[in-house]
T-cell receptor, first 116, second 110 residues
Framework: DVKVTQSSRYLVKRTGEKVFLECVQD?????MFWYRQDPGLGLRLIYF???????EKGDIPEGYSVSREKKERFSLILESASTNQTSMYLC???FGTGGYWNQPQHFGDGTRLSIL | GENVEQHPSTLSVQEGDSAVIKCTYS??????FPWYKQELGKRPQLIID?????GEKKDQRIAVTLNKTAKHFSLHITETQPEDSAVYFC?????????FGAGTTVTVRA
């Protein structure tokens, strides 16, 4: 069974801090994704990666960056946290065959991030 | 996302009745349509998906139908049970990225 593990379930940080959210998958998936989930807005794509060291902007990349140094690990970075980045963050991964938009995605449990 | 519209936003059904959730999409090149279920406090999990070369797919009590001409697809849950209570998300590709609907909160009344 695919396992996508996010480093923290809950995280509290202060405005202006640099925040790192980590995600690891154990299925040798090529594609990895970061979403944020807010009530009434569904899942919105922040960034994704289809290969090591490759990254692509999603729909809401402002204020975020990512890093993928190893195939199994995808990190989301909030360069200078702000209160409007308080949200649930979900990591996902998928196989690369057929396109990263075209394959089932497997999600982690999420990190609920609060910025005070 | 605004590229995928999902209705209704909430749905309350009596146990044993059917539930239907509908999504419309904008990218006519879309060819993959998954549905995810998210129980309270848990991760979204894929429950069924359909590709554009078929019009309907069933898996026990759930089914998905696709109308490519009208650009909409629907999730059907029959004989609903309390464990079907959850938030359901549809998704469709848009500009080579998967866009999700805003979600439907389904409550099954005993």
């Amino acid at each position: 069974d695919v396992k996508v593990t996010q480093s923290s379930r809950y995280l509290v940080k202060r405005t202006g801090e640099k925040v790192f959210l980590e995600c690891v998958q154990d299925m040798d998936h090529e594609n990895m994704f970061w979403y944020r989930q807010d009530p009434g807005l569904g899942l919105r794509l922040i960034y994704f990666s289809y290969d090591v060291k490759m990254k692509e902007k999603g729909d809401i990349p402002e204020g975020y960056s990512v890093s993928r140094e190893k195939k199994e690990r995808f990190s989301l970075i909030l360069e200078s946290a702000s209160t409007n980045q308080t949200s649930m963050y979900l990591c996902a991964s998928s196989f690369g065959t057929g396109g990263y938009w075209n394959q089932p995605q497997h999600f982690g449990d999420g990190t609920r991030l609060s910025i005070l | 996302g605004e590229n995928v519209e999902q209705h209704p936003s909430t749905l309350s059904v009596q146990e044993g009745d059917s539930a239907v959730i509908k999504c419309t999409y904008s990218d006519s090149a879309s060819n993959y349509f998954p549905w995810y279920k998210q129980e309270l406090g848990k991760r979204p999990q894929l429950i069924i998906d359909i590709r554009s070369n078929v019009g309907e797919k069933k898996d026990q009590r759930i089914a998905v139908t696709l109308n490519k001409t009208a650009k909409h697809f629907s999730l059907h849950i029959t004989e609903t049970q309390p464990e079907d209570s959850a938030v359901y998300f549809c998704a469709a590709p848009n500009d080579y990225k998967l866009s999700f609907g805003a979600g439907t909160t389904v409550t099954v009344r005993a």
